[in-house]
């Protein structure tokens, strides 16, 4: 007999059922528009992640995008963008690092 949790909602559908992996947040941080840098995060060693980054206080005179981010091994690295002959460009940024376990 399997263990576990399953939570139901009132229409029956499986809300959680802990025998799926469910993501879990393991860094955050926030980057300031422009900048560029790096960060290892051995929380994501060996396992499936994802990286979620989300523009703080958009301005009205730039792009509303966020930096530039990638996550490569245990590497989070981030970058402002450049589009064309346009100056380089990203507003602060906060950024959320999730694994799978």
């Given amino acids: 007999m399997a263990f576990g949790l399953k939570v139901w909602d009132a229409n029956g559908n499986i809300v959680i059922d802990t025998t799926n992996r469910l993501p879990r947040l393991v860094y955050t941080q926030y980057l300031v528009a422009g900048s560029s840098g790096s ?3 051995p929380a994501v060693a060996d396992k499936s992640a994802f990286v979620v980054a989300n523009c703080v206080n958009p301005s009205i005179n730039r792009a509303n995008m966020p930096l530039g981010v990638k996550l490569v091994s245990t590497t989070l ?7 064309g002959m346009t100056p380089e460009f990203g507003e602060d940024t906060l950024v959320f690092v999730f694994i799978y376990d």
Avoid at 77 to 83: H, K, M, N
């Fill in 39 to 41: 960060v290892d995060i």
């Fill in 77 to 83: 690295s981030w970058y402002p963008r450049q589009e």
